[in-house]
C-alpha cells in the first residue's frame, strides 16, 4: 500500500507541476505592434519601369509637410524605424544619422531620410534599421521571350495599361495633396491589392504549362521580400513595444501577409494614426 501510495503522490505531483507549467506557458505574451507605411520613392532612382514623377521635398512646403507628419508619427513612441535600406548597409546608415541627429548631415532627397531619419530624431532613437535586401529579377528577359514565343504578349500590354493607370492616379495626388495625403492614399486596401495584383494577375501566366517562367520571375519578387521579412523579424526583440516600417509601395502587401501570420506582431492599419 506504501509503495502504491508513493507512485499516485508522483502522478498526483507530475499532473500538478504540469498544469502549472502548461498555464504559464499558454499565457500569451505581448505583441510587438508594427506599422506598415507604404511609401513612393522620393528621388528617381530608375531601377522601377512605371517610375513616379518626383516633385521637389525640399521645398519649404514640403518640408512643413514632413514636420507635420512626423510629429503625428511621434505620438506612436515607436522603439524602432526600419528603412528600405540594404542591411549591409547599416554602418554607414549609422555615421550618417548620427551626423544628421548632431546637426552635421543635411539629409538628402530620400523619403528614407526626410521621414525616416526625421522621425527617429523626434523620437530619440540611437539608429534607424536597414531592412532591405536586393534580389536581382534575373529572369525578365527569359518572360519576355517566352510571352513572344507563346503568344502572350497581350499579359505586358495589360500589365503596362494598368500600371500606368495606377501611376497617374497617384502622380495626381503627388500633385494636389500633402504628403499625408499621398501616404493615406497609396496605402488603401484596394490600392496595394492592385500593385501586387501585376506580378499574380499577369506576370505569373507567361510559360504556365511549359517552363512557368512567369511565375518564376514573381517567386524573385517574393523570394526579395521573404529575405527583407527575415531582416525585420530578427531585428526586433521582446522590448519593442511599437515598430515602424517605410517601404516602397510593391513591398508592403507581401510584407504586411508575412507578419500578419506570425503571432509576434500586431498590424496598426495607418488610417488609425493619420486620421
Known sequence: ?????????????????????????SKPKPKTKILLIATIHFETPHLDKFELLTDDFLAPKRQKELEELTEIL??????????????????TNDSLYSAYTQNKYKIKVSEREQIAF???????????????YYYKLKHD????????????????????ATANNL?????????????TDVLKYINKKELLQQ??????KYLAKVGAGENYIGAVAVSDWYLRNLAIYANIVTQVNEKDKFVILLFGQGHI????????NNDDFEIVELNSVLK
Do not use: W
Request: aromatic letters at 6%; proline letters at 1%.
Open 1 to 25: 500500500m506504501t509503495y502504491i501510495k508513493t507512485i499516485l503522490t508522483l502522478i498526483i505531483t507530475l499532473l500538478l507541476t504540469t498544469a502549472t507549467t502548461f498555464g504559464q506557458e
Open 74 to 91: 511621434k505620438r506612436t513612441n515607436a522603439d524602432k524605424v526600419m528603412i528600405e535600406r540594404g542591411y549591409s548597409e547599416q554602418k
Open 118 to 132: 526625421r522621425l527617429a530624431k523626434k523620437l530619440n532613437l540611437k539608429s534607424v534599421n536597414c531592412v532591405d
Open 141 to 160: 528577359s527569359l518572360v519576355y521571350a517566352t510571352a513572344q514565343q507563346k503568344n502572350q504578349m497581350y499579359l505586358f500590354e495589360e500589365l503596362g
Open 167 to 179: 501611376k497617374q492616379e497617384i502622380d495626381k495626388v503627388v500633385k494636389e495633396g500633402s504628403i
Open 195 to 200: 500593385n501586387l495584383s501585376l506580378y499574380l
Open 253 to 260: 502587401p507581401i510584407l504586411k501577409h508575412l507578419l500578419q
